[in-house]
């Protein structure tokens, strides 16, 4: 396959908030963080001028990427025009129909059969502005994906990986564990991107494996009952939880499962936030 065309020399001034990746190291390394790809389907967001996306081409069997600015998708189809296996899709992530792209094609499966997607990869320099829109996207809609690998603001990386108990920790933390498991690989200095940000990024990790399951709570009340408890930071966990149940029930919830009404939810690890949960929905009920 031939190589792709390198960016002019004078590239036109970015917009959309966007910072392109221009360390080849860096392309590189964040690239094997995905690890072998050569049998899998990857999900670019937010390819840029392709520093990524070169890389991908050579090494994955089938790779779609997402990118919102019209003229570099255009210029990404002309790159990528002799590779058969690379898809550019111009268009916006947070509003693009995932099952179109992953979901079963006319004919390919008998009517009547239920369709289970072939899991995908993700790797994605994600502008800041619409960082954790876009990952509780890809959260939402885990069944399409099985590892994550994104780069983002070095703040908003600590918060994922944060533990119960630590300042950094709260929703953004929860939802992602409560998906998968998470990992901070390593930081970027500004110098690897142009134009250079003015913080650090760092690479991060999701390697997919939801635990509602394991909890035994139902997803999408145990997520609503999350945004709740950490409504309001400087709140403790009785004050937000109070908006919702009565104080009878809430006061019962947390004597049975142990947790004291002066706890705020960041102290809370997932397990008993899932334990208290549970003693709400039964002593409610």
């Given at each position: 396959m031939p190589k792709v065309a390198r960016e002019a020399t004078n590239p036109r001034k970015p917009k959309l908030g966007q910072h392109f990746l221009q360390s080849e190291a860096a392309a590189l390394r964040i690239v094997e963080a995905l690890g072998d790809v050569s049998q899998e389907t990857v999900l670019e967001i937010g390819p840029g001028r392709g520093a990524i996306t070169?890389?991908?081409?050579?090494?994955?069997?089938?790779?779609?990427?997402?990118?919102?600015?019209?003229?570099?998708?255009?210029?990404?189809?002309?790159?990528?025009?002799?590779?058969?296996?690379?898809?550019?899709?111009?268009?916006?992530?947070?509003?693009?129909?995932?099952?179109?792209?992953?979901?079963?094609?006319?004919?390919?499966?008998?009517t009547g059969l239920n369709f289970t997607p072939e899991p995908a990869r993700v790797i994605g320099n994600l502008p800041y502005y619409i960082t954790s829109d876009i990952l509780l996207r890809l959260l939402e809609n885990h069944r399409y994906f099985s590892t994550i690998v994104i780069m983002v603001q070095k703040e908003v990386a600590d918060r994922l990986a944060a533990s119960a108990g630590s300042r950094d920790y709260g929703l953004l933390s929860a939802t992602a564990q409560l998906y998968g498991r998470v990992e901070q690989l390593f930081t970027l200095p500004p110098s690897a991107f142009n134009p250079q940000p003015k913080v650090q990024s760092s690479v991060v990790r999701i390697t997919i494996k939801p635990r509602a399951e394991a909890l035994r709570v139902?997803?999408?009340?145990?997520?609503?009952?999350?945004?709740?408890?950490?409504?309001?930071?400087?709140?403790?966990?009785?004050?937000?939880?109070?908006?919702r149940y009565d104080e009878d029930t809430l006061r019962g919830a947390l004597v049975k499962s142990g947790v004291k009404p002066a706890i705020r939810a960041e102290a809370l690890t997932l397990e008993r936030t899932a334990a208290l949960f549970r003693a709400l929905a039964q002593t409610g009920s």
């Amino acid at each position: 396959m031939p190589k792709v065309a390198r960016e002019a020399t004078n590239p036109r001034k970015p917009k959309l908030g966007q910072h392109f990746l221009q360390s080849e190291a860096a392309a590189l390394r964040i690239v094997e963080a995905l690890g072998d790809v050569s049998q899998e389907t990857v999900l670019e967001i937010g390819p840029g001028r392709g520093a990524i996306t070169e890389l991908l081409a050579r090494r994955a069997r089938r790779l779609i990427a997402v990118e919102l600015d019209r003229v570099l998708s255009a210029q990404l189809r002309m790159n990528f025009s002799l590779y058969p296996n690379v898809e550019i899709i111009e268009g916006d992530f947070l509003k693009i129909e995932l099952d179109t792209v992953f979901g079963a094609k006319p004919g390919s499966v008998r009517t009547g059969l239920n369709f289970t997607p072939e899991p995908a990869r993700v790797i994605g320099n994600l502008p800041y502005y619409i960082t954790s829109d876009i990952l509780l996207r890809l959260l939402e809609n885990h069944r399409y994906f099985s590892t994550i690998v994104i780069m983002v603001q070095k703040e908003v990386a600590d918060r994922l990986a944060a533990s119960a108990g630590s300042r950094d920790y709260g929703l953004l933390s929860a939802t992602a564990q409560l998906y998968g498991r998470v990992e901070q690989l390593f930081t970027l200095p500004p110098s690897a991107f142009n134009p250079q940000p003015k913080v650090q990024s760092s690479v991060v990790r999701i390697t997919i494996k939801p635990r509602a399951e394991a909890l035994r709570v139902p997803e999408a009340e145990f997520i609503a009952f999350l945004k709740l408890g950490f409504g309001q930071k400087r709140k403790t966990l009785w004050n937000n939880l109070k908006a919702r149940y009565d104080e009878d029930t809430l006061r019962g919830a947390l004597v049975k499962s142990g947790v004291k009404p002066a706890i705020r939810a960041e102290a809370l690890t997932l397990e008993r936030t899932a334990a208290l949960f549970r003693a709400l929905a039964q002593t409610g009920s």
